[in-house]
C-alpha cells in the first residue's frame, strides 16, 4: 500500500512568487490535512478538506489557500510568498476521525 | 481552550532510563488523544493513541496514561534506547475532527 506522497520534496522561491504544492493520499483516505512545521513553532494546521470541501482552517492569512480533488489529491498554494513562509510543508491523510493521520515527507519550501 | 500544553520542551534520559513527556488540555469534548514520533526529515508517524474511556493503554515499551478528571495525559517510555531519540508530539481531536497539537518534545537518549 502506497503511503503518502507529496511532491516536490524541496523548492526554493523567490519573495513574492507564489507556489503550489501536491499531496498524494493513501488510496481510500478522503480526509487530507495540511501543516506547516518550522523548528520553533511546532507543527502549525493550515486546513483540511474532506471529499473536496474544506472541512477545517487554521490561522493562516489568506495568503494561504488549498484544494481538493474528486480523487482525494489535495493542493496547497502560497500567493506573494514571504521569507517566514519558508518551511516544511506536510500533508497528512485518514481514512476518517479518530484514526491515524499518515504523514508524507513533506515539502521543504526555502524562500529567498 | 483549544491549546494542548506539552512539557518538557527537550528531555535528555540515559540508555535504559524512563523517558517521560506530559501533555495538557482544557477542551472537555476532545475525544482521541494520539502521540506522534517524528525523526528528522521525516514526516511524523502515529506511536500510540487512547480514548477517555480508559486510563491506560500499553504497547511495547510505551504506555499512554490518562486522567480524565486533571485533563492531563502522558507518555512513558520504558527501557528507553538510542533508536527512541526523536521528537515526540502529543494531540487531541476535537469535536470537528480537527487535531490539536502539542509544541513538541525533543528527546535525547544517550548510550
Redesign the interface.
Known sequence: KAG?TQTPRYLIKTRGQQVTLSCSPISGHR?V?WYQQTPGQ??Q?LF?YFSETQ??KGNFPGRFSGRQFSNSRSEMNVSTLELGDSALY?C?SSLR??T???????TRLTVV | QQQVKQSPQSLIVQKGGISIINCAYENTAFDYFPWYQQFPGKGPALLIAIRPDVSEKKEGRFTISFNKSAKQFSLHIMDSQPGDSATYFCAAEDSNYQLIWGAGTKLIIKP
Open positions: 503518502v480526509s490535512s511546532g507543527l494546521f483540511e472541512r477545517n506536510l497528512a476521525y479518530n491515524e493521520a499518515f504523514f508524507g515527507q513533506g
